[in-house]
């Protein structure tokens, strides 16, 4: 009898080991590290609207979330809405986003932009928080190229 309760206690601490693995990975918040904020690491994560258009009347927006999006808004009613990935090593954030179908026989591009803080640090609920970003946009086609920009938190 002695045994089972050991097993039956066992196999409960490793279901709990197993699920409590699981648990930092869906509330974990990306970080990114600014060497001039006590602690270093300030979260990334939010939406982020460029404050110039790219490549001619295109305004490009990002959600760097879990499950990354971004849109891009322009002449004629124009609506694109993508997936991205993105991964924050160091001081630099790394977005890939995907290629997009915006209707009318048009896409967007896959591309991939380089991110860095610039600015100052928003404090919400004691959470600091990138304001502002200086990104470089590195278009996959051929003879393009690159872009650098700015984007705000919305």
């Known amino acids: 009898m002695k045994t089972r309760s050991n097993l039956a ?45 790219l490549f001619g009347p295109y305004r490009l927006t990002l959600c760097l979330e879990r499950r990354g999006t971004y849109e891009v808004r322009g ?36 591309a991939s932009i380089e991110c860095r803080h610039s600015g100052r640090l928003l404090l919400s609920l004691a959470i600091p928080r990138l304001s502002t970003l200086a990104c470089t946009y590195h278009p996959s086609v051929r003879g393009v190229a690159s872009r650098p920009f700015t984007a705000r938190r919305l």
Do not use: K
């Open 9 to 53: 206690v066992g196999l409960m601490a490793a279901v709990c080991l197993v699920l409590a693995s699981f648990s930092p990975a869906l509330g974990q918040e990306t970080r990114v590290i600014v060497p001039d904020h006590p602690g270093g690491g300030v979260v990334v994560n939010g939406c982020f609207r460029a404050t110039q258009n």
């Open 75 to 110: 002449l004629g009613g124009m609506r694109c809405d993508g997936r991205l990935t993105h991964r924050a090593i160091g001081r630099d954030i790394y977005i890939e986003l995907q290629r997009t179908s915006c209707g009318r026989g048009r896409a967007w591009e896959a």
